[in-house]
Each structure stands twice: as C-alpha cells, then as structure tokens.
C-alpha cells in the first residue's frame, strides 16, 4: 500500500506504525502472563511500550534502510553510469569504458534484490554485446564504402568477418559470369577447391547460411587449412534476391550464435558493397574497351605503357611496342563497305590477340592502326612476334556472301633499352617510324626501329 511517491517513506511509516500497535497491545498481552492491571493498565507502561514500538520500527527502517537501500543505491548508481557511458559511446565508438566486468553487480543474495542484481548484470551483457555489434558493423560498412575495386572490397571484408568472429580461415567467392571465383582468401591452402563443394552450391541456392560442426571425433581431409576446423560456415551474399557470391570460413571453435547473428547483418552489407563493386568493375572495363573491336581503347592503352615503361625502368627489364596498320584498309571500305570493313578489323583484332602472349596488351590505337605493348620484349622477341602476327593475318580470310576478302598487316616496333629512349612517347616514335618504313618497303612485312636510333625526349617543366 502506497501513502507517498518514495518507497523507502512509506517503509519507514509502515514499520513505525506497525510499533506503535504493538506498543498499544503489548499491555494487554502481558495481562495473560500474570502481570497485575494495576501496573499493566498505566498511562506510564501505555506510553513505555508505544515508544518502545517506535523506536523498534524506527530501528527496522535503518537496518532494511542499510540492508536494501544500499543495494538499490548501488543498482541505481550503476545504472546512471551505464546510461553516461552508452551515450558517449554512442559518438565515440569506445567499448572499453563499460564492459560486463566493469559495470556489473556482485550477486550476493537469493531474493528479490538478487534477482534484480542479475537482471541488471544480463541487461548490461546484452547492451554491451549490442555495442560491439554496432561498433563492428560500422567498421564494416565503412570499410566497404570506402572501397569500390572488387579485390579491395573482398580482400577488406574477409579480414574482418575473421576478425568479428574468430574464424581462422576463409574464403571469399563471387560469381563472375556465371563461374565461381576465388576472390579473397585468408589461411586457406588451395582455396579453388573450395568452388565445386556441394555445400557452398546448396548455400547459394537455399540463400540461408549453413553451418557443418566437425565433431571431434571425425576423421575429415586436412588438405585446405593447416588447422583442424572444428566448425564451418557457408555464408551466401545476394542483393535484391540475385545470388552474387558465397563466403566460407573455418574456426577452431564452434560459431556462437551472436557470431551467426552478426553474419547475418553483415551479409546485406557485404552484398551491396559486392554488387557495386562488380558494376564499378564492369563500368571501367566498358570504359577502357574499344566498342567494335573489344580491344583496349587508346586513353588505356596509352596509360598502361606509361605504367609498363616505368615498371621497365625501375626493375630494369626489357620492354617492347609495335605498331600494326592494315594494309590499303581504305579499298576495302570503298570496294565492299564500311561494315565489311568493321567486320574485318574485329577479325584481325581477335586473330592478333590470339598470337600474343599471357600479359601483352592489345589497344586499337585509332582508325585501322593497332599498338601492342610487349613486357619484357626485346627486339629480337618483338621480330618473332611480329612475324607469327603477320603470317596468321596474311593466311585468315573473311567471307562476305559470295565474296572472300584477305588482307595484310604491316608491322613497325621498338625496344627498350634496345633504343636509348627517355620515355614512352619516345619508345613510340620510333615504332611509328619503323612502321612507315615497312610500309615505304611495299607492306606486309616487319620492320625492327635500329638500336642506333635515338630520339630525344622533350621536357616540360611544370
């Protein structure tokens, strides 16, 4: 029964009144024992016992007062340093203020104020798991937005979904048209033979995440990670229902459930910053593309010799360029038409790149010319080379209705160092002129820039 708005008041005014009566009946319940009335029945003894009875409650009130009371101070207490503590976090981010060692409660009854002691300690526990996971999945996001190359975004969410659940291992996959790639992997030996496992094909087509506990007692193959997993889960990541990518990861010990839960904020993310980074991927590849011939386009291939002819010059290794004109192309566009002559320049492009080697780069430099850079191509290589490029162009044909067109290829390259070049540009020149000098020599032929020839770099000073 309340009689004020504090509960301690209305303890105190209980436990005195309760005195009180006693005080009032006590002289009679001595009656019983024998007490003469004459002595019981007396203003003096009324008034001894009443303020016996009060002074008892008020001796009560103390005692729950510095029993409870304290208890409940220090509850409060805590409770208004949690709140000081949650809100700086907040805008901080610092988890170390208020962990469940620092803000928790000694349990040291088994009643009501116990009860509310351990109540208090799991509320702090859930908040403080809480904060982690918000901390955590802030990092994450802004790892991922800060981020938009496919490798970087991979490589950056590996480490810290390892890092947010304790996992040992993983593995990052992402279908790219329609295969399965390895995008990221950390302590995995050979993380390709993770794409054909059935479990990572049933997670990308359940879309659920699938967890397999290794019991300890299972013999299981050791070959993919110098550890022995005792849990494995298979994450799928999707955006907007359209399956993009599986990741896989392998702990020593088993995943918590707050660990799957935290997965499962993290995969929406994780889907997002994948679907942009792959359209980004696509975007810059349309953009370094030729639109007709899907060679590299002038602006990148000129950006990726700059790239190669620094490279060249810091590990001091060779580096080679030819330049590549179709031969009379102007009659083929003027004898049969502008598509045939499209056409035509689409083939000769595929056959060219077919006859490069493994890390050769193919632009259309503009019109009907074509530049090759060649890493570590000396012009004994860019000779040979030029020559396969020649004879395969020289022996292809391409067959318009009835009509069968040919055409041939001239070739102009350099060296460096072969040819004392200061830079790229220059590197060019000289494959521009040995070009026109294969062309001045009667076409469909290959024609090497002297090692003698030297062109001198001008420099602009900024």
Not at 85 to 95: I, S, V
Request: hydrophobic share 45%.
């Amino acid at each position: 029964m309340r009689i004020t708005n504090r509960v301690f008041y209305d303890l105190a005014i209980w436990m005195v009144a309760f005195g009180l009566l006693i005080g009032l009946v006590f002289p009679f319940f001595v009656l019983l024992l024998g007490v003469p009335p004459e002595t019981a029945i007396t203003p003096g003894f009324f008034g001894a016992c009443l303020g016996a009875g009060a002074l008892a409650g008020c001796f009560n009130f103390t005692l729950a007062k510095l029993v409870a009371g304290n208890r409940v101070r220090l509850l409060a207490d805590r409770m208004g340093t949690v709140g000081e503590e949650l809100r700086e976090m907040t805008y901080t981010g610092d988890l170390s203020k208020c962990t469940p060692e620092n803000c928790s409660i000694v349990v040291d009854s088994d009643d009501e104020i116990g009860d509310s002691a351990r109540a208090f300690n799991s509320l702090v526990q859930a908040l403080a798991s809480s904060m982690r996971t918000q901390a955590a999945v802030r990092s994450f996001t802004q790892m991922l937005s800060s981020r938009l190359e496919l490798d970087a975004v991979s490589n950056g969410a590996l480490r810290q979904l390892l890092d947010h659940t304790g996992a040992a291992a993983g593995a990052i996959l992402v279908d790219i048209g329609g295969h399965l790639q390895v995008q990221a992997s950390l302590g995995v030996r050979e993380p390709e033979t993770i794409v054909n496992r059935d479990l990572v094909r049933a997670a990308m087509q359940s879309d659920s995440t699938e967890v397999l506990d290794v019991p300890q007692d299972v013999e299981i193959e050791g070959a993919l990670v110098d550890f022995r997993p005792r849990a494995v889960v298979f994450l799928p990541v999707s955006h907007k229902s359209v399956p993009l990518g599986v990741v896989v990861m392998a702990s020593t010990e088993t995943f918590e459930a707050e660990d799957l839960a935290r997965l499962d904020l993290f995969r929406h993310g994780l889907g997002l910053a994948l679907n942009n980074a792959m359209a980004h991927s696509r975007l810059q590849r349309l953009a370094a593309l030729d639109p007709l011939t899907g060679v590299y386009n002038r602006r990148f291939g000129l950006g990726r010799l700059h790239e190669e002819f620094g490279r060249a010059i810091r590990a001091n290794t060779p580096l080679g360029v030819m330049m590549l004109d179709l031969d009379h192309f102007k009659s083929v566009n003027d004898t049969y038409g502008h598509q045939v002559g499209d056409r035509l320049l689409t083939s000769v492009a595929g056959i060219v790149s077919s006859m490069l080697r493994e890390g050769d780069i193919l632009v259309r430099y503009g019109g009907e010319e074509f530049l090759v850079v060649l890493p570590a191509a000396s012009s004994e290589n860019i000779r040979a080379i030029g020559e396969r490029v020649r004879r395969a162009v020289e022996e292809s044909s391409l067959v318009d209705g009835s009509q069968t067109v040919r055409i041939t290829i001239s070739v102009g390259g350099a060296a460096y160092p072969n040819q004392n070049v200061l830079g790229e540009d220059s590197l060019l020149e000289l494959a521009d002129e040995a070009l026109y000098v294969a062309k001045q020599a009667g076409r469909n032929r290959v024609e090497i820039a002297n090692e003698s020839s030297v062109v001198e770099e001008r420099l602009i000073e900024a």
